[in-house]
């Protein structure tokens, strides 16, 4: 098939998944949810009240004195000091909550989005292995992700990161690396089918080498079906990013929404009532997991074709 | 193959994988940097340090060294606390942990069960309508909530109240206050556990339950599609007895299946559940122990916690071929 017409036949899949898609609300819904957050990391210093509300010189400090003591809550006007606006308040280092908030999008979506990838990979490198080559492979590759399945992984990920240190590339590795079995079976099982069909008889019959059938002829028709199950894990990456920050074992020098909520809770914010403090990570924590998992859900409608003619 | 072989293959293959797991749990302690002894050994004189080191079996090679943890786990000796003092043996620090986190996840997961198995079966029957958008967004909700968040909002709306206790496992009754528990008798021990329960018990609960409902309902509203649904309709089965005989027991398969594998999820719960509420038992001790770097207890509670999902898994197993009879594995 010569390239163009590969390509026109590419950009008419694509097209046809997204009219599917577009007919599911809650895919949309999801979609825009995901779309401000892009946005929100993305234009953040434009955004925010506070340009760089991690930077010493943009702190409030306390004017025991003047009333003015950290947490502040909310209000509309500038601060006699720094001549910055709170409109949510702050937090006890003095940093504005909402800038705080707005910049937390982005190491929420990297860890979400580069954890996926690592789980991704090792899952489909797994699951294409062990279904592909069978026998032996297929059984020590199982049993390992069986294994792993088994594997308590918030506890793990606990472990990992104490022994590890808490670097933000930690997380991101201790994440990607406790959740790839799932993807691996599901790649298994898609590959045990595949591999069965004409198409690849035939490669094989012509002497196509097994790199090459797996690139051309396996890879893409697993591929899709694995999308929607890894949209579901970006949700879960920034779950056990959160959790990971809240329980202490959050990278140092980062301010994602777990660690806010962290400040928040260890530093009293819920026996003096500061519900500034939480509202607004805790929100968007809320808000983000339930975009991807929308479109997840509506991507797995979308996929599986048995459940399409519902 | 009957039943009974099924279930000596399945413990067979338990035992395999517990000892991975304690290989794994061994040699991932191994990993860290510097001595194991050192939080012992502060301070010593280097003959003295030998003399420990030797106790621990640590001068031995670490095939040997892994012979006696494998003896001693099997013993149930998980060692001596590094940040506890006096040195407390682990053995004890753990079992009234234990019992708390059992209390806590037990009656949690069993109201989550029921409850989230209710909930996706109303929004099922009902699919499309009132009730079933209603549910799911508050299913989806708390789904996308992560646990600790919830028990926050839960301790920071009933802080100013005073309703319940919101710190520890024991200690307050009802209407009186601040008991020291030396002093109660048996019934009030158990009323004071119940309330300081309620909260903790609701967050675990409304989180765990999510999951579980939104299975449920997806996974019913598949089989409610099938043609033999359609054939029970047609000759007249009463749409509680389609539900009840022909529906659910196939619709249930699949969220046994899911129960097993969110056990790993479940213990998250407890233990952010245990972190908000200083409700002393496993996930508390974690903490604890992550804090003040106290390996010897975090090996233990891993282990444990890996040994309590592999009992989990058996048990799902079981419970899925006896939901199931077509499942000969």
Redesign the interface.
């Known amino acids: 098939m010569p390239k163009s017409e590969r390509i026109d036949l590419y950009i008419k899949n694509v097209k046809k998944t997204w009219g599917i898609f577009r007919t599911s609300k809650i895919g949309v819904v999801g979609m825009c949810i995901l779309l401000v957050f892009i946005f929100m990391a993305i234009f953040a210093p434009y955004l925010a009240t506070v340009p760089n509300p991690t930077d010493q010189e943009n702190f409030e400090e306390n004017h025991l004195d003047d009333g003015w003591v950290n947490p502040m809550p909310p209000s509309f006007e500038f601060s006699p000091y720094t001549g910055l606006m709170h409109p949510l308040g702050t937090d006890h280092l003095g940093r504005d909550i909402y800038s705080l908030t707005i910049y937390g999008a982005r190491p929420s979506l990297y860890v979400g989005l580069m954890a996926t990838l690592i789980s991704a990979a090792l899952g489909t490198v797994v699951g294409l292995g062990a279904g592909y080559f069978g026998r032996a492979t297929d059984e020590i590759l199982m049993r390992t992700t069986d294994f792993f399945l088994v594997l308590p992984w918030f506890p793990l990920m606990i472990v990992l990161m104490t022994i590890l240190g808490q670097e933000f590339i930690w997380i991101i590795v201790v994440i990607g690396i406790t959740s790839w079995p799932s993807t691996a079976r599901i790649v298994r099982s898609q590959v045990l089918t595949v591999k069965e069909r004409q198409f690849v008889e035939r490669a094989r019959a012509v002497g196509s080498g097994d790199g090459h059938i797996i690139a051309k002829h396996i890879m893409p028709n697993v591929l899709p079906l694995i999308f929607a199950n890894t949209v579901l894990l970006v949700s879960l990456a920034i779950f056990s990013e959160a959790f990971l920050s809240f329980f202490g074992l959050g990278a140092k020098g980062v301010v994602s929404w777990g660690t806010m909520l962290e400040g928040a809770y260890t530093n009293g914010a819920f026996d003096t009532g500061a519900w500034w403090w939480i509202t607004l990570p805790g929100m968007a924590i809320v808000t983000l997991v339930l975009g991807f998992s929308l479109i997840g859900y509506a991507l797995d409608d979308v996929l599986n074709p048995k459940l399409r003619k519902r | 193959m009957d039943f009974r072989d099924f279930i000596l293959r399945k413990i067979v293959y338990l035992f395999i994988?517990l000892f991975?797991?304690i290989t794994?749990n061994f040699f991932?302690?191994r990993?860290?940097p510097g001595d194991p002894a050192r939080a012992f050994t502060k301070g010593l004189s280097a003959d003295m340090v030998f003399l420990i080191r030797e106790k621990f079996h640590l001068n031995d090679p670490p095939l040997t060294q892994f012979y006696y943890y494998l003896v001693q786990v099997f013993t149930g000796d998980f060692g001596i606390s590094s940040s506890l003092f006096p040195r407390a043996d682990i053995g004890d620090v753990l079992w009234p942990r234990i019992v708390n986190t059992v209390i806590l996840v037990g009656i949690g997961t069993a109201l989550a069960i029921y409850l989230g198995v209710t909930l996706g079966k109303y929004a099922a029957w009902r699919r499309g309508r009132a009730t079933d958008t209603v549910g799911m967004t508050f299913a989806?909700?708390f789904?996308?909530?992560?646990t600790?968040?919830f028990a926050?909002?839960l301790?920071?709306v009933f802080?100013?109240t005073g309703w319940f206790p919101l710190r520890g496992a024991i200690g307050e009754l009802p209407f009186i206050g601040r008991v020291d528990p030396y002093e109660m008798s048996l019934w009030e021990r158990i009323i004071s556990r119940g309330y300081h329960l309620i909260l903790p018990v609701i967050a675990f609960t409304l989180e765990i339950m999510a999951e579980f409902a939104i299975i449920m309902r997806n996974s019913l509203?598949?089989v409610l599609?099938e043609d033999y649904i359609t054939t029970a309709r047609a000759k007249g089965v009463p749409n509680s007895m389609i539900l009840k005989d022909h529906a659910m027991r196939n619709a249930l398969l699949p969220v046994v299946t899911v129960m097993a594998?969110s056990?790993?999820?479940v213990?998250?719960g407890t233990?952010?559940v245990e972190?908000?509420f200083s409700y002393e038992g496993l996930g508390k001790l974690?903490?604890d122990a992550?804090?003040a770097?106290d390996y010897p207890i975090?090996q233990a509670?891993?282990l444990i916690?890996?040994v309590?999902?592999?009992v989990a898994?058996l048990v799902a197993d079981i419970v899925y071929t006896y939901l199931d009879p077509r499942v000969t594995v």
């Open positions: 994988t991975a797991i794994f991932l302690f990993i860290l989806l909700t789904y996308s909530m992560p600790f968040l926050l909002v301790l920071m802080a100013g509203t598949d599609t594998i056990i790993g999820w213990l998250g233990i952010m972190l908000v974690t903490w992550v804090g770097r975090l509670l891993f916690m890996a309590a999902v592999l898994n």
